[in-house]
């Protein structure tokens, strides 16, 4: 079974730009998180969707916004880029919109803001 | 608010030698705790976790943890590690109700030969 799918691994963007990440459950999962990870704040939660709705939020500025498809997929998307945006984005599954379910993380996709 | 903290942010230790990860949480409601492992340039994998039941819970690589409700700590043990265990590792918390993961700061295992 394949495991969640993160694209692009790596990306440089500049100051002022857009970036949208892409995430691919594993096929069944229907709930899909996202965190950013950074050396000085460790791993901050971003957002989760369950079937296409938004179920949880952290907190984050307006410009980090995310959606999931019918298919489970999942974008964020990050607008208006600053050099603080800089980190590893990780993006997980679980099955369902579960109490006890684990999380099951891609690679992650590393962003550069320049 | 809900929060994990780690108490090491560091942890260096020789080969074969025995190791603890300490974590504690900020809440003794009901809880689901687990731990997780991340090597270099790679995604978080799941060690162990802790739903209900035995609060000695074993995990993947020889390690395990336990709950201990009253002192609200979930301490991650190995009693020999090897070079290839070098790692950050993560503690992360569900609280009741659909909250999201929480995770500690992480805590920087190196294994020194």
Known sequence: ?114 | AQSVTQLDSQVPVFEEAPVELRCNYSSSVSVYLFWYVQYPNQGLQLLLKYLSGSTLVKGINGFEAEFNKSQTSFHLRKPSVHISDTAEYFCAVRYSGNTPLVFGKGTRLSVIA
Not at chain 1, 55 to 77: A, C, L, T
């Open chain 1, 1 to 114: 079974k394949a495991g969640v799918t993160q694209t692009p691994r790596y990306l440089i963007k500049t100051r002022g730009q857009q970036v949208t990440l892409s995430c691919s459950p594993i096929s069944g999962h229907r709930s899909v998180s996202w965190y950013q990870q950074t050396p000085g704040q460790g791993l901050q939660f971003l957002f989760e969707y369950f079937s296409e709705t938004q179920r949880n939020k952290g907190n984050f500025p307006g410009r980090f916004s995310g959606r999931q498809f019918s298919n489970s997929r999942s974008e964020m998307n990050v607008s208006t880029l600053e050099l603080g945006d800089s980190a590893l984005y990780l993006c997980a599954s679980r099955l369902a919109e579960t109490n006890t379910g684990e999380l099951f993380f891609g690679e992650g996709s590393r962003l550069t803001v320049l």
